[in-house]
């Protein structure tokens, strides 16, 4: 069994092997139960946004670790591929810029105000 760090790596590697572009990893531990880690990555088309997705589930597999699930793969503007402690989203530009995945869980309980 692969440890987060290790998972991490591939999930990076099969991106970066697809020309995957602004790679950018989210230690989310303590924010969230869902994962451990959150990889996000851009796709310059629809097409390349599967394939990055493809590629990290392959990767995965071949690691003996398949994913939990894959979603978006029919659209191919936002591939969320779930690895368990390692949640990989891999979108189109637009899309990555509309959601800002980074600025939300960057964000600290100091960071965050509640207006009552």
Known sequence: ??????????????????????????????????????????????RQVKALAANVTEQAKQADVPPLSVEGEDEGAWVLVDLGDVLVHVMLEEVRDLYDLESLWSLTPSDSTVSS
């Open 1 to 46: 069994m692969m440890n987060v760090d290790e998972l991490t790596q591939l999930a990076i590697d099969a991106l970066e092997d697809i020309k995957g572009q602004n790679l950018v990893t989210l230690d989310v531990r303590g924010q969230t139960d869902i994962a451990d880690v959150m990889i996000v990555a851009t796709g310059q088309s629809a």
